[in-house]
């Protein structure tokens, strides 16, 4: 297993497990207007990683991996509409798009080639980093996120 | 996992690349610190005393200290602090993502576990515990700055 795996294998399996069971109405649940749902965080966290993964890689996206791609930013730091309405955000299409983002995004975790690791691309918020620093934001990426997670469903107006 | 990809996690996490820095979400006036803002379970106050109790614990056991020592401080997960101690929490919370830093950095390794790995395991459990209270912390700080 490479560099950074571990750390991201960890977060991102509680991640998903924080997930598991959640009704369409849960997934969809503000805790306060401007803060992401559960089912928008699990899928900028997905279009995240299809993001970095399609630019170090440069393998080409379907229609939904590139509209995962567009939820790393849009509706999250700008103002343009979240790219998935809440009417198709349920637990099937976030476990689709963590499983797509997966698949491109676990080669690349498990063995990075030099060129991976020294590649330039843009970040969520802008900046050019190296491949290295991508991989090393994913690693932690989804646990900052699970830590939201857990307390949007302990909150208790949460939807049972 | 490799040590210097670990050091680089910290980095990543302590000048916030792509999430805010923790010590720039940290900075809340102290009359703020203990809002409770519902539907939010408890405060950022809470959540910060949380975070940094276990990152004390863990960063003392990489430096040899007794499993036993943190037993008491266990009791009291979750306490409801006076706001006085916000500064001093703050100030342990991120001096102690630097020392984690630093450790994960060092040549050799300076930690008193039994073994590299399990140091290693014990650093990587303090970098993913610290995103998600970072994460936790700055939501709670944005209902306290939307609650009007």
């Known amino acids: ?47 995240v990683e299809v993001s970095f993964a399609h630019q170090l890689a440069e393998e080409p996206l379907d229609a939904f991996a590139d509209r ?37 995004l676990e080669p690349l975790m498990q063995a990075p080639s030099n060129d991976v690791l020294r590649k330039e691309i843009v970040s969520a918020l802008g900046p050019m980093i190296s491949g290295e620093g991508a991989l090393a934001r994913l690693a932690f990426h989804s646990a900052y996120h699970q830590g939201q997670a857990h307390l949007i469903k302990t909150s208790p107006a949460f939807p049972k | 996992m490799d040590r210097s990809a670990l050091a680089e996690v910290f980095k990543q ?13 940290l900075r809340v006036k102290r009359e703020d610190v203990a809002i409770l803002v519902e539907p939010l379970p408890y405060s950022l106050l809470t ?14 056991s990489l430096k040899g200290g007794s499993r036993k020592a943190g037993m008491e401080e ?14 001093a929490l703050r100030k ?53 700055k939307n609650r009007t």
């Open chain 2, 13 to 25: 996490i302590i000048e916030g690349y792509d999430i805010p820095t923790p010590a720039g979400m």
């Open chain 2, 47 to 60: 959540n910060l005393a949380h975070a940094n109790l276990w990152q004390r614990l863990w960063l003392a």
């Open chain 2, 92 to 144: 342990e919370f991120l001096e102690g993502l630097l020392e984690a830093q630093r450790i994960a950095a060092s040549e050799p390794f300076d930690h008193k576990l039994q073994s590299d790995q399990e140091a290693v395991e014990k650093l990587v459990k303090i970098a993913v515990h610290g995103a998600y209270h970072c994460g936790q912390m700055n939501l709670l700080k944005r209902a306290i």
């Open chain 1, 1 to 47: 297993m490479s560099q950074f795996a571990v750390s991201w294998n960890l977060s991102r399996q509680r991640f998903k497990d924080a997930l598991d069971g959640l009704t369409q109405e849960q997934l969809n649940w503000h805790i306060h207007p401007g803060a992401l749902s559960l089912g928008e965080m699990a899928i900028h966290v997905a279009g």
């Open chain 1, 68 to 104: 995962l791609r567009a939820a790393a930013t849009d509706g999250v730091v700008n103002d343009k509409p979240f790219p998935f309405g809440q009417e198709e955000i349920s637990l099937p299409t976030v476990h689709r798009a963590l499983d797509v983002s997966r698949g491109f």
């Open chain 2, 74 to 87: 266990w009791k009291n997960d979750f306490r409801i602090p006076d706001p006085s101690e916000w500064n």
